[in-house]
């Protein structure tokens, strides 16, 4: 936190009052959080958790939260199963998970379970910030240095007799490549349409397309699917 960050403006995530549950048991961390999210400015109302208990009693208590930003490490966490218990508790609510561990499979387990988006504590305040708009606007947050990691599916797409990325890749057309690099991203659909000058239906068609044409079920695997078909046609062109 070296420099300071440009304040975020109203308009990029609304007017309204934002309301932010801190969930970490580490009163040094809330603080340094607590500052850096001064940059949304005085409309900002922050809570606080330090357990797994207290943070899902502040869920119960708190019927108009924006945000939860959870550490996976607190005591009484049981893993990701903790993740899963409170999206069902606040299902309104995006849990963004804020962790020391950084691997490809807890970071899928997180998504999986219901996580709209994955921070390892190593990352800098603009990657932070970048990331709490980025799931305010509706969208999901991938650690882009993991997502060349994350697996698709069960299994590789020979394991399950699928085609590879080039041959996926290669039934999309020119306009549904675009959306794809920007599912990439983690843009959310307002954000693509906004982009690209589509209608958001449209923008939806396109995405359905795109499940298709990779063989998912949902947006997070389609963001998967996407980071890791457009590298590897990264790394050919090279």
Do not use: W
Not at 112 to 137: F, N, W
Not at 162 to 189: F, H, M
Not at 198 to 219: C, D, E, M, Y
């Amino acid at each position: 936190m070296d420099q300071p960050l440009n304040k975020v403006g109203a308009s990029s995530i609304g007017d309204a009052p934002l309301r932010i549950l801190l969930a970490d048991d580490h009163a040094l961390f809330r603080a340094g959080l607590r500052h850096l999210l001064t940059n949304f400015g005085d409309r900002l109302q922050i809570e606080e958790a330090h357990d797994y208990d207290n943070t899902a009693a502040r869920l119960s208590e708190l019927d108009d939260l924006d945000l939860l930003l959870l550490d996976l490490n607190m005591p009484g966490m049981r893993g990701i199963s903790a993740v899963e218990e409170l999206c069902s508790l606040a299902p309104d609510v995006p849990i963004i998970v804020i962790s020391v561990r950084e691997t490809a499979k807890d970071v899928r387990k997180a998504i999986d379970a219901g996580a709209m988006g994955y921070i390892p504590k190593s990352s800098t305040p603009e990657v932070m910030m970048s990331a709490l708009q980025l799931v305010l606007s509706g969208g999901i947050y991938l650690p882009p240095h993991l997502l060349q990691e994350l697996p698709v599916g069960n299994g590789s797409a020979a394991e399950n007799g699928s085609d590879g990325p080039d041959d996926q890749l290669a039934r999309l057309t020119p306009r549904q490549r675009d959306v794809l690099r920007l599912l990439a991203k983690g843009q959310s659909n307002k954000q693509i349409a906004d982009v690209l000058g589509l209608a958001p239906g449209t923008v939806k068609i396109h995405i359905s397309r795109i499940l298709r044409a990779f063989k998912v079920q949902n947006r997070t695997q389609a963001v998967i699917a996407a980071a890791d078909a457009l590298g590897d046609a990264k790394t050919e062109a090279g």
